[in-house]
């Protein structure tokens, strides 16, 4: 088969969702962030972010196996209590534990929809990555900016949120989710 042919078929529109093996993989590293290659990536993972109602995304979400997240939380339907930031674009990332302090909070993802975990995250990073420029950049995270980043840090190590799950009862339907979310705000 062509390759290019080969190359259309397996990149689909929209997000990997789970089952894909491409969301199981070991993502690689970046090694020059000035490649056209590269650029386009960011730019496609900016736009599909912005028209999301996301508050992060990692490369192998857009079928690209390559150590690259965005980090933008900002409130929406999905996420009302989030803090609202610039999107943050991290190349070849990592993190240190700060406080080993850990908290369970809900998350959801746009590779696996229509489902919500409570998930257990440290609450205070620091994170070490290249920006879009290749300049080596230190962001200190805490809460839910913390969460995004080790939710979007996992899709890099192959794994999703919901192997971060202590217990099966964590787990449910969006619809519920959204119940939970209108009785917390007062608005059943």
Request: proline fraction near 5%.
């Amino acid at each position: 088969m062509n390759k290019n042919i080969k190359e259309k078929i397996r990149r689909p529109e929209g997000f990997a969702q789970l089952g894909d093996c491409i969301l199981r993989q070991q993502a690689l590293r970046v090694s020059d962030v000035n490649t056209s290659h590269i650029k386009q990536i960011i730019k496609t993972m900016k736009t599909m972010l912005s028209t999301s109602k996301g508050v992060g995304v990692a490369a192998p979400q857009l079928f690209e196996s390559l150590r690259i997240v965005i980090v933008a939380s900002r409130p929406s339907e999905r996420y009302p209590l989030a803090p609202k930031m610039d999107p943050v674009v991290m190349i070849n990332p990592s993190f240190k534990v700060l406080s080993q302090s850990k908290k369970k909070d809900w998350e959801g993802c746009l590779s696996i929809p229509g489902i919500r975990a409570l998930v257990p995250r440290y609450e205070n990073i620091q994170i070490d990555y290249a920006d879009e420029q290749g300049n080596i950049q230190e962001l200190i995270a805490e809460n839910f900016v913390a969460r995004i980043f080790q939710h979007e840090y996992d899709h890099l190590n192959g794994l999703v949120y919901l192997d971060r799950v202590e217990n099966n009862n964590d787990i449910i339907a969006e619809s519920e989710f959204q119940k939970l979310m209108r009785n917390y705000n007062g608005l059943s």
